[in-house]
């Protein structure tokens, strides 16, 4: 599923630098490409139950694929809310 999102998908950089790789004819994923760097494992988890819970509260009415990207582990909540409202607002105008 990842190559499939990575290879045929649109990209979208929100301003706090998280990457979104979008694919909207595709049926509803969520995956995330986050690198050991990123942290420990508490908070790697900790970023993919955010995202999770995110995805499930904005993008309920789309079919979308959607990998997420962090730059870096100072991400906090606000910031991921933030671009995931962008990303929302840019697929409102497309037909997900």
Do not use: D
């Not at 706090?16 to 969520?30: L, M, Q, R, Y």
């Not at 990123?38 to 959607?66: D, E, I, M, P, T």
């Amino acid at each position: 599923m990842f190559k499939s999102v990575i290879s045929s998908s649109q990209t979208f950089k929100s301003k706090t630098n998280i990457s979104f790789h979008f694919k909207i004819t595709a049926s509803p994923f969520i995956g995330f490409m986050i690198n050991r760097r990123f942290g420990n494992a508490v908070s790697r988890n900790k970023f993919k139950n955010q995202a999770r819970a995110l995805y499930v509260h904005l993008f309920s009415q789309y079919s979308c694929a959607l990998i997420v990207r962090p730059p870096n582990e100072k991400i906090i909540y606000s910031e991921l809310r933030k671009a995931f409202v962008e990303l929302e607002t840019k697929l409102k105008g497309a037909a997900c």
